[in-house]
T-cell receptor, first 112, second 114 residues
Framework: DTEVTQTPKHLVMGMTNKKSLKCEQHMGHRAMYWYKQKAKKPPELMFVYSYEKLSINESVPSRFSPECPNSSLLNLHLHALQPEDSALYLC???????????FGPGTRLTVL | GESVGLHLPTLSVQEGDNSIINCAYS??????FIWYKQESGKGPQFIID?????DKRQGQRVTVLLNKTVKHLSLQIAATQPGDSAVYFCAENMRDNYGQNFVFGPGTRLSVLP
């Protein structure tokens, strides 16, 4: 299994909702990432988990809360988002930090 | 991030021609670079990588060139095909006190004309 899966593919939520994005990989990778990508822009790093520990939080607002339940799973909990948070949220994994990343297809999030 | 790619939003090439996509990086200490391809509705896909101890690396129909003197990276695609239409990002391995992570350039959209 050489892919990263993400659910849901699309998500529409109101500003008062709580939702979660999920990511899974079974490649034995020890680093997992959340990126945010706005239209016509490159992916921007949000969080990095290395060996299931959060190692980077790129000054992301607290309305985004990552969780790494085990080495194969990564979640992103969303609460009280703003319309400007609408974007494609990409999950990625790599064998270790500094190695090439494998990306999931992303979750297209729309905040109303 | 600190890395800034050249602003070349769109490159149009005829099917069968060769394509060259460029990227500049700003950190002379960066030692590892990756090219990713992102098709519409998909996540970025690894194409080819190169380490700073090399100046050229070839894959299947793709070649990456690294010029450390001018901090420039290029991706050459031979015999461009319609399936090559996508946005291409260079990514630079940056190191800081928190470890190492990749910073993406702004991207170039490649359009293959029939």
């Amino acid at each position: 299994d050489t892919e990263v899966t993400q659910t849901p593919k699309h998500l529409v939520m109101g500003m008062t909702n709580k939702k979660s994005l999920k990511c899974e990989q079974h490649m034995g990778h020890r680093a997992m990432y959340w990126y945010k990508q706005k239209a016509k822009k490159p992916p921007e790093l949000m969080f990095v988990y290395s060996y299931e520990k959060l190692s980077i939080n790129e000054s992301v607002p607290s309305r985004f809360s990552p969780e790494c339940p085990n080495s194969s799973l990564l979640n992103l909990h969303l609460h009280a988002l703003q319309p400007e948070d609408s974007a494609l949220y990409l999950c990625a994994s790599s064998q270790d930090r500094g190695r090439e990343s494998f990306f999931g297809p992303g979750t297209r999030l729309t905040v109303l | 991030g600190e890395s800034v790619g050249l602003h070349l939003p769109t490159l149009s090439v005829q099917e069968g021609d060769n394509s060259i996509i460029n990227c500049a990086y700003s950190n002379s200490a960066s030692d590892y670079f990756i090219w990713y391809k992102q098709e519409s509705g998909k996540g970025p896909q690894f194409i080819i990588d190169i380490r700073s101890n090399m100046d050229k690396r070839q894959g299947q129909r793709v070649t990456v060139l690294l010029n450390k003197t001018v901090k420039h990276l290029s991706l050459q695609i031979a015999a461009t095909q319609p399936g090559d239409s996508a946005v291409y990002f260079c990514a630079e391995n940056m190191r800081d006190n928190y470890g190492q992570n990749f910073v993406f350039g702004p991207g170039t959209r490649l359009s293959v004309l029939p």
